[in-house]
Nanobody, 125 residues
């Protein structure tokens, strides 16, 4: 089982960026999928997640209205579209997969089984 996150980079405040996470060894349509981030000196923070069917989706308070999570079953990937980026969005972003996760369990990092290596997003002018 492997998750590989990519798409990070440097972006100006107010700009967009799209992160993707490619899964191998399992199908993203069978797992709860989430994104978390960790800024230097801070704890890991929940960003967005969906359950296995996509019927339940959650965003962290700090990204509501700006970030959108999607899934491509054909490519076995999940993506995080980030708009209106702010300097405080700067962090390493991690994708994660967890079996059987529903509702509030999706926002807790400890409930996930598999993690990608992280991709750095820097929002700076």
């Amino acid at each position: 089982v492997q998750l590989q996150a990519f798409g990070g980079g440097v972006v100006q405040p107010g700009g967009p960026l799209r992160l993707s996470c490619a899964a191998s060894g399992f199908t993203v349509g069978s797992y709860g999928m989430g994104w978390f981030r960790q800024a230097p000196g801070k704890e890991r923070e929940f960003v967005a997640a969906m359950n296995w069917s996509g019927s339940s989706r959650y965003n962290g308070d700090s990204v509501k209205g700006r970030f959108t999570l999607s899934r491509d079953r054909a490519k076995n990937t999940v993506s995080l579209q980030m708009n209106s980026l702010k300097p405080e969005d700067t962090a390493v972003y991690y994708c994660a997969a967890g079996r059987g996760l529903i509702s509030s369990s999706l926002s807790r990092a400890g409930n996930y089984d598999y993690w990608g290596q992280g991709t750095l997003v820097t929002v700076s002018s």
